[in-house]
Structure formats: structure tokens, C-alpha cells
């Protein structure tokens, strides 16, 4: 029971005020002795935790295949690209101009670049069925998104640019793409951002303190 | 069914194959406009050419392949900058994915500046997981030991009388991801270090409460950031050639809304007067 309950407890509580005393104490032995030993800690779990990564996809796909559940065959499409990156960086390097390097620039970087490109043909499909004037909120909205849409690409200021009648200035879209970036947008985001904070600041506290304990199990 | 109706149960690969011949065509043209060079852009141009020859920067490429598109332009525009200058470049990476991009990307534009791979310009150290950045404000040298061709970080040139960020004029780290809050956390405000931050386009809204407040001493936000920077360093590259496809995308999703829009107010009033 000790185990279980009481000792997770005090490393949370221990590691949790280490870290937060680092920003109000600045005693040498704070400062580096403890907080270096705490991110060695921190750097040995990150690690350990692409280990159990490996063992997670391993076991899913090899359960896939085992129970011949939908597109099985395309496990062992995962499995021997897994092999073979993996032997082609322990035997021949990691480096330019070695076969894994080519391997990464030449498959992996286009294959992940097209699945997150798929997003623009999403956007698109949903923009046409989904983004509707309905409200004044949502007016505003769609207003606004045109304008930023208009002024992050090339063609915006050079369809819409800074203009004058007379000596009144008047913006053009990407003025108006700016102000609407430096001012509503930031002010919004602050306050999102700061309704964030305090929530993790009092969940955190909460945990640090034993309040919190649902990450128990 | 009306043919309103049909218009917006169209199957989505038409519009898909819209999309795909707005992104082919003028990548194939290749269409260019000028660019207009937004603040933020400006703002770490300005910063770095500020550097004198010889300072050091951090330059952590944070980022995965499937956001090379955007943010790997970004790492090369900077790192023109900073080789023409005869800044110092320090790479690294918190992605594990970012690993063989950094060591691409850094030899690459260093060859074409015929600088030598001997740590003397630019040293690169590979994947080290996020809390180094809290271990690099203590010991840099301790933290990360080797490069990533396990050669001594005390043996290179560049790094000698390097201690910790003191030494570093600038920290810059390029993601698809909020690990810049990291870096305008411990970094930029526990130890003051000058931040900047080069991001996806979907993420750039989020980072201008530190442009406004300090935190950050400039921004790069997507391929059009991207392509800014290769403007005012006067080497246009994978970004400008990527803007003219972006400008066609995004004239045609504003298309798709208005004819969207057109559709519904139609189709509502027809359901009114019913």
C-alpha cells in the first residue's frame, strides 16, 4: 500500500516544489545541483518513454496481424520499415550521405508532409459545407478569416494594397491582416492563455499537494 | 432535389481535385508576387544582423517531416543569414524526428557557403529530450558533451569559453508545436535570453501576446513568414516558390465559402417564402 499511495505522493510533492523553488531561490545548489539532477530525471523518463512507444506500436500492430483485424497486411509494411531503418542506422550511421539519411529525406519526409497536407483538402470540403454566416458572431468571424486568409499570402496585398483618398490613408489588406493580428487576436489569446495558466496552476498545486490523485489509478 | 441542394452534397472529390489542380498549377507556372514584409519578420532580421560577427546563436529545429514544408525554409533562410554574417550557429533539436533534418539542413547551407564541417562556424548536437533546456542555462558543454559525430564539444573551436546561455546572443527555436513556451519560459525568462520563435502558420496567432509584451524578439508564422525571410536576405528558395500555390489555396477556400454562404442565404429564403 505504501508503494502504491504514500510514495508516489512524496516524489510528486518532492519533485514538484524542487521545481518551484528554482524560480525564487537562487543558492548554487538549487540552481544547478538539484534542478539538473531533476531534468537527468526528467530526460531519463522522455527516453524510457520512446522505449515504451516501441513496445506499444509493436504489440498493436503484431495484435492486428495475429487477429487478421482491416488492412493487417500493411503492419508488416510498418514492421519491416521499422527493421530496416533501424539496421541501416546501427550498421551504416546516422549521418549525410549514409542510406538511412537517404531513406528519411526521400521517404519519411514526403510521406509525413502529404498526410499533414491532406489538411488543406479537408479545410476545403468543410469550408464549402460547414462555415456559415448564421449568427453576428459568426459574421465576424468569417469576416475576419477571410481578411487574415487574404493577407497571409502573396496575393492579398497586391489584389487589396494601401491606398489614399485624398490625404486619409487607407488600409490595405494587410494593414487590416496586422491590426487584427497585434490587437483582437492577442487580446483573446492572452485571456485564453491566462484562463490556462491558472487552471494549471491550481491543478498542479492541487497534485503537488495530494489534493489531486486521480493519476494514481 | 433542387439543384442548390445538389451543389452542397457534391461529392468531396470534385472539390479535392479543385484543390489539387489550385496547388499544381501555379507550382508548375511558377507563380510569383512580390511580399510584403509583415513586423515580427522584420523585427528578427533587424535582431540578427544587429549580431556582431563572430556572437553565437541557438538555433533548435523543433519540428518533424511533416511540417518541413514550412519550417525547413525557415532554417535555411536563418541560416544564410547568420553563415554570410559570420555568426556563429549552435543547432539542436528537442524532436527526435528533427534529428536528420538538422544535420541536412546545417551541412547543406554550409557547403554552399564553403564552410568547413570543423565546429570553427557552426556545430550541431542532435536530439536531446525537452528539459535539456533547462540543464543548457547551467552547463551547455555538460548537458550535451559530444556533437552529433561524437566529436568533444570542449575540442571545437567555436565552443571554446562557452559556460552556459551567457555566451549566446540569441535563442531561436523553429516548431510546429507550443515548445516555445519552453524556450519564453526557462530561456527568455529565467535566464533573459532574446527569444524567437518560427512557427506554423495554424500556430502564429497564438505567440503574438509575446511579441507585444517583449518576450520574443521576433516571429517567422508559416510559409508566408518563411518566404518574407528569403526576401530580405535576397535568396528566394523553396518558400517564394511555395507561396503562389498557398496564394491559389487560399483564394479558392474563400471562394468555397462565399459560394457556400450564396447558397444557404438562398436556400433559406426559398424555405421562408414556402
Known sequence: MFWQRQFPLVVCFVLGVSFIIQFFVKHPVIQSDVINEAANFATIIGIFALVLGLYSITRMHWMKIRHRRKDWFFSYVLFASLLLMTLLGWILGVGNDTPFQWMYMAVMVPLSSTMFSLLAFYMASASFRAFRAKSFESTLLLLAAIVVMLGRVDIGPYMFPDTSIGNMPIWGVDEITNWLLEIPNTAASRGIGLGIALGTLATSLKMILGIERSYLG | ?274
Open chain 2, 1 to 274: 432535389m433542387s439543384v442548390l441542394q445538389k451543389l452542397l452534397t457534391i461529392n468531396p472529390r470534385y472539390v479535392y481535385l479543385v484543390v489539387a489542380v489550385a496547388v499544381i498549377f501555379p507550382m508548375v507556372w511558377d507563380l510569383r508576387l512580390p511580399t510584403v514584409t509583415s513586423p515580427p519578420v522584420e523585427m528578427l532580421y533587424k535582431e540578427i544582423e544587429s549580431l556582431p560577427p563572430q556572437s553565437r546563436i541557438i538555433l533548435s529545429m523543433d519540428y518533424d517531416p511533416s511540417t518541413v514544408p514550412e519550417l525547413h525554409p525557415m532554417s535555411a533562410a536563418l541560416l544564410r543569414q547568420c553563415f554570410a554574417k559570420g555568426i556563429r550557429v549552435f543547432g539542436m533539436t528537442l524532436n527526435i524526428q528533427g534529428q536528420s533534418l538538422g544535420v541536412e539542413i546545417m551541412d547543406r547551407i554550409a557547403k554552399e557557403f564553403n564552410i568547413p564541417n570543423d565546429g570553427s562556424q557552426y556545430v550541431f548536437v542532435g536530439f536531446r529530450p525537452g528539459p535539456v533546456i533547462i540543464q543548457i542555462g547551467e552547463d551547455i558543454i555538460e548537458t550535451f558533451q559530444t556533437d552529433f559525430q561524437k566529436r568533444d564539444l570542449r575540442s571545437l573551436p567555436m565552443m571554446v569559453g562557452v559556460k552556459n546561455l551567457d555566451q549566446f546572443e540569441l535563442c531561436i527555436s523553429l516548431s510546429g508545436t507550443s515548445v516555445g513556451y519552453s524556450w519564453i519560459a526557462t530561456p527568455g525568462t529565467r535566464y533573459r535570453k532574446k527569444i524567437a520563435v518560427g512557427v506554423t502558420g495554424i500556430l502564429v496567432s497564438n505567440f503574438y501576446p509575446y511579441l507585444q509584451s517583449g518576450q520574443l524578439v521576433g516571429m517567422l508564422g508559416g510559409l508566408k513568414g518563411a518566404a518574407e525571410y528569403e526576401n530580405l536576405i535576397q535568396h528566394e528558395d523553396k518558400a517564394k516558390q511555395g507561396m503562389g500555390s498557398q496564394s491559389a489555396a487560399h483564394i479558392l477556400i474563400i471562394l468555397l465559402i462565399i459560394a457556400g454562404n450564396i447558397i444557404y442565404f438562398v436556400q433559406r429564403r426559398q424555405a421562408e417564402s414556402k
